[in-house]
């Protein structure tokens, strides 16, 4: 028998070292997540921001801006995604800009470079017809993140079909990972935005389920889900739907520490309000297919809050600018001049009102009735004895400046982010 020759022996081996190489590969990469971002383009409390300056109020776009560069420099040798949970709009006058067929959120992620976003059920504050109007405005500039909902139901006549919402995508990533991303609208969301009819969800984990099959047919190595269901929800996804390996979530405002391994699943909720910002340094092993952290051996936090610390990205304060100078306008319109400018204090108050655990008493409830109660009784002429508003539409505290000569001023903005949802029948906030 004759011996295969040297040369043959050396090539047939180094191909099972390269294969076998391949196979034990580990793929790093890095995630940003936010969720819940609620049209927080400012700091909040407004009262308590000094732009450029250091002051108590955490958040803004301008100072994720300077978060994000900064870890995608660090990051120079690996991708980095930047993603939302949705309820990216909604609950302080930012919001209303929509009613003009304006988005300054997604202005303002597209300028970030978010790569992906799903529906929250704020989107839908004032009809699916003005979020499918804004998503076309979007898809036009093509600067907008991509959109991805994969259980919407739309009658194939509604204008949101033409705004390029995705039930997944697939992104090669520059070292190669293809990673599948899918986005989940939950059951909770669903019964708090009625007015999103006559659109509809269908069942979470059927949807889940399907497109996990869809994703890794088309080479999926990792799939991420970003859901918009609760954190008890997206344990349940997780618990039920094998073949996720990450699931960065939003909706009840949870903030995470750190990520939470449900079976092999990993579970990421990074706060609301731009408060903080989630960092997941992620690693691939082509070998079995498993996800894992690098947060620990690098010492990077899950969580970076965006608190004065970090400087704020002039450019985009600049554009936040532009789009507050259009809500002054706005309100100006509508208000017969009288009020051109939020940011201006309208009230003293010498301690916070505060919003404590749901389904009870709260200080800020009692203040919104009262309010309601003695604008009544003025416009009507007669005694008022009840007012009565939703807990859910409160939308947080009222918190007095702390900042030097200007202690216990509230500004207006402040003042209607308390409960500033909605608009009227005749679509004016």
Known sequence: MTRPPLRLLLAILFFFAFASSLRAEKLHFSILHTSDEHSSLLPTPLSNYLPGQNSPAPGGFARLATFIERCKT?????????????????????????????????????????????????????????????????????????????????????????????????????????????????????????????????????????????????????????????????????????????????????????????????????????????????AFDRSNGSLGLRNHQTGTPFLQRLDSSIPENQAISEKIAGHFAALNQMVASFTNEKTGDLSQPVARLPYPIIKHERLCETAIGNFVTDAIRFSAARMTGEQVDFAMHANGIIRGDLIPSSLPGKEGEITLFDLITTCGLGAGQDMQP
């Open 74 to 282: 660090s990051k120079a040798s690996e991708p980095v995604l930047l993603l939302s949970s949705g309820d990216f709009s909604g609950g302080n006058p930012f919001a209303w800009l929509s009613l003009s067929g304006h988005s300054p959120e997604l202005d303002l992620m597209g300028q970030l470079g978010y790569d992906a976003t799903t529906p929250g059920n704020h989107e839908f504050d004032y009809g699916p017809e003005i979020l499918a109007r804004l998503l076309q405005t979007s898809l036009k500039s093509s600067a907008g993140p991509a959109f991805v909902c994969s259980n919407l139901i739309a009658p194939a006549s509604h204008p949101i079909t033409l705004a390029g919402i995705k039930p997944d995508m697939l992104m090669q990533l520059d070292n190669g990972l293809k990673v599948g991303i899918m986005a989940i609208f939950g059951k909770g969301a669903h019964r708090l935005s009625p007015l999103a009819k006559p659109l509809d969800f269908s069942d979470q984990h059927a949807a889940a389920a399907r497109e996990v099959a869809n994703l890794k047919a088309a080479g999926a190595e990792v799939i991420i889900a970003l859901t918009h269901a609760g954190y008890y929800e997206d344990i349940d996804l997780a618990k039920t739907v094998p073949g996720i390996h990450l699931i960065l979530g939003g909706h009840d405002h949870v903030a995470l520490d750190e990520p939470q391994r449900i079976g092999k699943t990993i579970l990421m909720h990074s706060s609301s309000y731009l408060q903080s910002a989630g960092c997941l340094e992620l």
